[in-house]
């Protein structure tokens, strides 16, 4: 069939232009909104950009010097490096794993996995407070029989952290262990058995096959997670009620405490414009490095 | 790793998931009973009551995630068959676009919302909600549709069409019946994104859409754990029938790879 290249992009842009439209709606122009609230003073109830005072890069060059800021910053850096790499290496163990499971148990096993994965934060919140609980909690018992001192270990910044990275791997690892899986899948099984026939042990096989040629999985699965960490809120906000909310702040949360409870919607923009600009230079940077790293392998 | 460490890890995973299930069904669980004295069905007959709202938060939320599903499909599926079959000046701008949401704080995102739905007097309505679980869902659904019409064959359709078939003819009996399963799967992942929203619902409904998210935490912040396990199997029903589904064809191409 003959094809005019002008009518193609056309039609092209007529089948992209309601998907344009509402999103232009619900998240180009609010996100454009909130770039400029944050070189205003303005606040956050009755949003008025239209009335509020410009007061230029002031919002920003208040950061660097706003102790809540260096905090959450280097809390958010602190996390990440907690999770993402951990993480990533236990979904990726998991799904090797699950691999050599037979057909039924592999579904079964999988499905127990990703349970976790479905579950709203404020009940994962719920379980680990009550699991971990210093007077009654499950954990305890298992300190006790290993001696090792009782924490309230969310009310201690030593184990706060440590701890809220623990639960999230625990809540998210589902998916990248899917992520793995479909990696694993199209792996050719001709290649295992070549490597059989040469008379390869298990951890020859995954040095030299299984890591270098599921590469391209892993480095999406780091970028997925390093954007996610970065932007974590909601669990750190959870686990901190009662303790302290502002030894525990990370980037997004400081974004909340100055939008909803200082009503403060200019210096929160102002945040959550850094914020935006560190996932972009750190996901491009992480996607440059696993690059390299891929040609090296 | 070995098949007993990954029974070891999944009884890991899973143990702390089990209170759920005596905190709905139990009559006063103190420590250090092992598992509750009694027995009983009374946090369900509170959670079922008008006064408990289990109910109606059940139909708003079926709703707004049956809405918000099908409304993202409909915007998706023409869009991402022109990202995953056509190529055009601005693709890789609109791939960035539709990726955006990802990268983008959704708490800052709600702060811009906030005005937005102000002005058009929308807060607190379903529709408004509805509309602000579109930037969770489209992205998904968009990405999901995009890779599945990449895959497919354009021909077959060109093929339909020079047999005599209209254009809306060739896309309904040769394209729709190959993308079917994968729209299905679009829907149901839509489906289970809204139905797990919480801050996007709180802002958006400005407290007058109760979802189940919305239900479950003043359940559990004001420590009621009995109906708040009741009100958490009953969130759990939706996804866990997904993941029967996905893990049953998941499990059957892993089972025939290796």
């Known amino acids: 069939m003959i094809r005019n290249a002008r009518k193609d992009t056309l039609i092209a842009y007529v089948l992209i232009a309601p998907f344009v439209a509402i999103y232009g709606l619900i998240f180009v122009y609010p996100t454009i909104d909130m770039f400029i609230l944050s070189f205003k003073d303005a606040p956050l109830i009755a949003f008025g950009p239209q ?9 920003y060059t208040r950061l660097p010097d706003d102790r809540r800021f260096g905090t959450a910053f280097w809390n958010t850096a602190y996390f990440v490096l907690l999770s993402v790499v951990p993480g990533t290496l236990v979904a990726l163990a998991i799904a090797l794993g699950i691999t050599r499971l037979s057909g039924r ?6 499905a127990l996995f990703f349970l976790p994965y479905i579950l709203p934060v404020s009940v994962v919140y719920r379980i680990w407070d009550w699991t971990l609980n210093f007077q009654f909690g499950i954990a305890m018992h298992l300190f006790d029989t290993l001696g ?14 440590p701890a809220v990275a623990f639960v999230t791997i625990w809540w998210t690892c589902g998916f990248s262990i899917l992520l793995f899986l479909a990696g694993l899948r199209a792996i050719p099984a001709e290649i295992y058995e070549a490597a059989e026939l040469d008379n390869a042990n298990r951890w020859t096989v995954f040095r030299k096959l299984t890591w270098p040629l599921l590469w391209p999985v892993t480095a999406l699965v780091l970028t997925i997670q390093l954007i996610l960490q970065l932007k974590i809120f909601d669990q750190v906000y959870l686990f901190s009620v009662g303790g302290r909310p502002n030894d525990n702040l990370v980037m997004v949360y400081y974004i909340y405490q100055r939008a909803f409870q200082n009503d403060d919607g200019g210096r929160a923009a102002a945040i959550a ?15 440059q490095l696993l690059r390299l790293a891929e040609r090296k392998t | 790793m070995r098949p007993a460490l990954v029974w070891l890890a999944a009884a890991l995973l899973l143990l702390p998931l089990l209170p759920l299930i005596p905190w709905a069904f139990a009559r006063g669980w103190f420590f250090p009973d092992l598992l509750p004295s009694r027995w009983s069905l009374a946090a369900w007959d509170y959670a079922l009551s008008p006064a408990g709202g289990l109910l109606p938060a059940l139909g708003v939320t079926t709703l707004i995630a049956a809405l918000a599903a099908t409304v993202s499909l409909a915007l998706a599926l023409p869009a991402a068959r022109a990202l995953g079959q056509r190529s055009f000046p601005g693709k890789g701008a609109m791939m960035l676009l539709v990726l955006a949401p990802v990268l983008v704080p959704g708490l800052a995102v709600t702060m811009g919302l906030q005005g937005l739905m102000t002005r058009a007097e929308l807060t607190g309505t379903l529709a408004g909600v509805t509309l602000v679980h579109l930037i969770p869902v489209l992205p998904y659904a968009t990405l999901l549709l995009a890779a599945l019409f990449s895959g ?5 359709e060109a093929q339909a069409r020079s047999l005599g078939a209209s254009p809306a003819a060739a896309f309904a009996r040769v394209t729709l019946p190959a993308l079917s399963p994968g729209l299905a799967a679009a829907w149901a992942l839509g489906f289970l994104v809204s139905w797990s929203q919480y801050a996007p619902t709180l802002v958006a409904g400005a407290g007058q859409v109760q979802t189940l998210p919305l239900l479950l935490f003043a359940f559990l912040s004001s420590g009621r754990h009995d109906i708040a396990g009741a009100i958490g199997l009953v969130y759990l029903v939706p996804g866990l029938l997904v993941l029967a589904l996905a893990s049953r064809t998941l499990g059957r191409g892993l089972g025939a790879s290796r």
């Open chain 1, 51 to 59: 009335t509020a005072e410009w007061t230029g890069l002031d919002n």
């Open chain 1, 105 to 110: 148990l592999q579904s079964l096993v999988l």
């Open chain 1, 148 to 161: 090792i001192d009782r924490v309230p270990i969310f009310k201690t910044s030593t184990w706060f952290m």
């Open chain 1, 273 to 287: 414009v850094v914020l935006f600009m560190i996932v972009i230079i750190v996901s491009v940077l992480n996607f």
């Open chain 2, 152 to 156: 497919l064959d354009p021909d077959e």
